[in-house]
Nanobody
């Protein structure tokens, strides 16, 4: 069974950068479509980005387009989320999951969720 583990979160000032990692075990990232979501306290889980293994093609939420970049290193079996120009509203727990197909911006077609990594953007 595939397991996904996130890392790389932390506290950063507005305008700063972080790179999150989603390391896979029990499966090969080169054959997985992996997405990133985030969830802030009291809010619903929100789509951030998706890397489709077929292209790989990438998809982004409008709120992060131009600031975040999703990429993958198949040799390291890891998917990354590079986050630049961070804003306080980016503060959330960031989770990665496998995309099984369907509506990519909905959480429903995702499984094998990791536990998440906290990102806090504050001065």
């Amino acid at each position: 069974q595939v397991q996904l583990v996130e890392s790389g979160g932390g506290l950063v000032q507005p305008g700063g950068s972080l790179r999150l990692s989603c390391a896979a075990s029990g499966g090969t990232v080169s054959r997985l479509s992996v997405g990133w979501f985030r969830q802030a306290p009291g809010k619903e889980r929100e789509f951030v980005a998706l890397s489709d293994w077929l292209g790989p093609n990438t998809y982004y939420a409008d709120s992060v387009k131009g600031r975040f970049t999703i990429s993958r290193d198949n040799a390291k079996n890891t998917v990354y989320l590079q986050m630049n120009s961070l804003k306080p509203e980016d503060t959330a727990v960031y989770l990665c999951a496998r995309f099984r197909g369907g509506i990519y911006y909905s959480a429903d077609p995702y499984d094998y969720w990791g536990r998440g990594t906290q990102v806090t953007v504050s001065s």
